[in-house]
């Protein structure tokens, strides 16, 4: 069946320092991966995808990369703040864009100390 | 827009009752879904549905029950409540199995 495993279940880093958290999953044929990051008391919002035609994607400070082969993808935080502290969850996606489910990640709590 | 809505916010429930948790959506979505978090778990797909008049099972399925009437409304049953229960849960909805848009989440204890 579908999984997805997220490690590690928490981070601790200096402000300014880097973060790398990172996904495994199982299905071979998904082709969908989206990070999002939960604030205390707020909903999960989406903060970068990528679609396996792709192995790297960047948007500021936040890149995701990709292995297809390995079967695994990461997030790479840079230049961390203080207000980057969140859960972050990775997840993938297990059958077609249209009719297919998100199977996420037990979820990475990020501490940034200033 | 108020896009994903959820009602309650909160909800007390004793074992052995039933309730309905409430889902809509003003985006014209064809795509929603129902997650529970809990501690350490992540998130955990309950139901989901890829338009009006069809639902399909995700992870843990059961205890719920879901319907999809119509493209705007997607509320969950538990037909009996459980202390297992106790949780988070969220809706979410999206134009297809892309970006979700969660709602604010329901927090649900059951005693």
């Known amino acids: 069946g579908e999984n997805v495993e997220q490690h590690p279940s928490t981070l601790s880093v200096q402000e300014g320092d880097s973060a790398v958290i990172k996904c495994t999953y199982s299905?071979?044929?998904?082709?969908?991966f989206p990070w999002y990051k939960q604030e205390l008391g707020k909903r999960p919002q989406l903060i970068i995808d990528i679609r396996s035609n792709v192995g790297e994607k960047k948007d500021q400070r936040i890149a995701v990369t990709l292995n297809k082969t390995a079967k695994h993808f990461s997030l790479h935080i840079t230049e961390t703040q203080p207000e980057d502290s969140a859960v972050y969850f990775c997840?993938?996606?297990?059958?077609?864009?249209?009719?297919?489910?998100?199977?996420f990640g037990q979820g990475t709590t990020l501490q940034v100390k200033p | 827009n108020a896009g994903v809505t959820q009602t309650p916010k909160f909800q007390v429930l004793k074992t052995g009752q039933s309730m309905t948790l409430q889902c809509a959506q003003d985006m014209n979505h064809e795509y929603m879904s129902w997650y529970r978090q809990d501690p350490g778990m992540g998130l955990r797909l309950i139901h989901y549905s890829v338009g009006a008049g069809i639902t399909d099972q995700g992870e843990v399925p059961n205890g719920y029950n879901v319907s999809r009437s119509t493209t705007e409304d997607f509320p969950l049953r538990l037909l009996s409540a459980a202390p297992s229960q106790t949780s988070v849960y969220f809706c979410a909805s999206s134009p297809f199995v892309g970006e979700q848009y969660f709602g604010p989440g329901t927090r649900l204890t059951v005693t």
């Open positions: 997840a993938a996606l297990h059958g077609s864009s249209n009719t297919g489910k998100l199977i």
């Open positions: 299905d071979s044929a998904s082709n969908y």
